[in-house]
């Protein structure tokens, strides 16, 4: 059977941080639905982490959390401007219109995943008009899918032209903390204008869990009610919120990424394959094609075909540098 080690960072398990703070949280009894002090003190963290005065919630994907969030900043008649292949575009089977009631989302360019400032442009001087979805928000991504990490300056500069432009800014950050290691300021994340944030649990090592952070305290009226209605409010929360208080209470979080990305680096330093997007995250994105996938398999390691072709290899905090070195070997076996 072919390994799944760099198939995603998902495919990881969850690490001992994270298990150990769920051990804890199972102890005894306490209130329900996020109103426990567990809840309460993993909120504390991640208000912490950016510096700002939120509201917070755990809830169990990525996807509920992106579409929650862009339901929250547009109505059913407006649209989300999105790289054309970020996340909430093409991975989430239409969550965010559904969960919006009908919100349409309009692709934006640019290189790696990253919005090209000059698409984001274009799309803010298009006129409104009776018969088309005008744009109420922008959506960002940190890291990119593709792996790519947008400097602190340059997400300040999409936001601020979105806002400029009377939009609302989703900030999706399933990947936040690989970004965060390779030099990305969390804090400087609430001064940009992000009205919501998701922090990404699941892929930087905890269990299914990531974090809603609201910080337009307009958007939270009712968002318990909104969260209960996409089956987003669990009884026992604490479950949600424990791994972040593993993972935060000691840097252990950002340890793990910073391990990831070296792990991607080394992966990419041995790689025989053309790289066709720069490393800056946990993921390495090569040329490769279907025949020598198939060969890959063969010789025991699962792969991933991506959006434009690319065969990805993603590093989590497990990965190790044995690992690393016996694909490298697989790889240039072929």
């Known amino acids: ?26 102890r005894g009894f306490v209130s329900s639905y996020g109103t426990d002090e567990i809840s309460a003190k993993a909120a504390d963290l991640i208000r912490g982490l950016v510096d700002a005065d939120a509201e917070v919630r755990f809830v169990a994907s990525g996807t509920a959390a992106n579409a929650i969030a862009l339901a929250a900043l547009c109505r059913p008649f407006e649209a989300v401007l999105a790289h054309g292949h970020a996340h909430v575009s093409i991975d989430e089977t239409g969550a965010p219109s559904f969960f919006g009631g009908g919100l349409a989302l309009r692709p934006l360019t640019g290189a790696h995943g990253r919005i090209a400032p000059a698409s984001l442009a274009e799309a803010l001087a298009q006129p409104d008009h009776a018969h088309t979805q005008g744009a109420a928000a922008l959506s960002l991504t940190n890291a990119t899918e593709y792996g790519a990490v947008y400097a602190t300056q340059e997400i300040a500069a999409l936001a601020g032209a979105a806002k400029a432009g009377g939009l609302a800014v989703h900030l999706d950050g ?21 009205d919501v944030l998701v922090v990404g649990g699941t892929k930087a090592g905890m269990t299914p869990t990531e974090a809603l952070v609201v910080f337009d305290r307009t958007l939270a009226r009712r968002l318990d009610a909104r969260l209960k209605q996409s089956g987003q409010l669990p009884s026992k929360g604490r479950f949600y919120a424990a ?19 070296a792990m991607a680096a080394r992966l990419a330093a041995a790689m025989p394959f053309p790289l066709n997007h720069p490393v800056e995250s946990n993921g390495v994105f090569v040329e490769m094609d279907e025949a020598t996938r198939r060969r890959l398999w063969k010789a025991g390691w699962d792969s991933s075909r991506f959006l434009d072709g690319s065969v990805r290899f993603m590093c989590s905090w497990a990965t190790t540098p044995e690992a690393v070195d016996e694909l490298g070997e697989a790889l240039r076996a072929l």
């Open 1 to 26: 059977m072919a390994r799944f080690d760099f198939v995603s960072d998902n495919t990881a398990g969850a690490a001992p941080e994270a298990m150990a703070a769920l051990v804890a949280a199972n």
């Open 174 to 194: 399933a990947r936040l903390f690989n970004a965060a290691a390779a030099g990305f300021d969390l804090k400087a994340i609430p001064k940009m204008g992000v």
């Open 243 to 261: 791994p972040f208080i593993g993972m935060l209470e000691d840097g252990a979080v950002l340890r793990h990424a910073a391990h990831a990305n």
